[in-house]
């Protein structure tokens, strides 16, 4: 504890992140949760990953699409959990669940971040984002008839998870 709250006082990056996870937690919209949990892992990837940097998925296979670097959200992000996975040696899938693994997870999250970036929320029904390449991401994330949301609830704890990493790195070295 001592080491954490060192952390949050010395790095105003780390402070504004644990700010951003309460304020997710304490919001009762899961599409607001979905925003202020990506945002946490995008300012934290962007501020500790170095730019530029090709982003290697946990099977060895290059991040698809084009946009492949830490020049891009979503790769950048994948790289930072990526990162704690292998640190901690944690297993992928169980890690992700339900995601099948990461890069899928990561996936989804973002897909409801650009839902709700986007257009204040995810609506399965809206015609303008059924026509997004992010849609189906999306839409794996919805809870299958009960009101538990496996996605989020894992999506938060992943959260939490890489946060605490941080916390403790930062101020391991702040009361040594």
Known sequence: LLAQHAAMHLDPLLRLCVDLYAEAL?????????????SVLETLSGARLPAGHAVVRLDGTAWPGQYRTTDAAAPRVYALIADHLRLRSLDEASFVAPASDLYEAVRCWYARR???????????????QQAQVWFASAQRTLPAGGTTEPWLMAFQRTVAR???RQLMAAGRAAIV
């Open 26 to 38: 304490a919001d009762p919209s899961s599409d607001a949760r979905y925003l202020r949990l990506w």
């Open 162 to 164: 890489v946060l605490d």
């Open 114 to 128: 650009n839902a709700t970036g986007h257009y204040g929320r995810f609506d399965p029904t809206d015609a303008r």
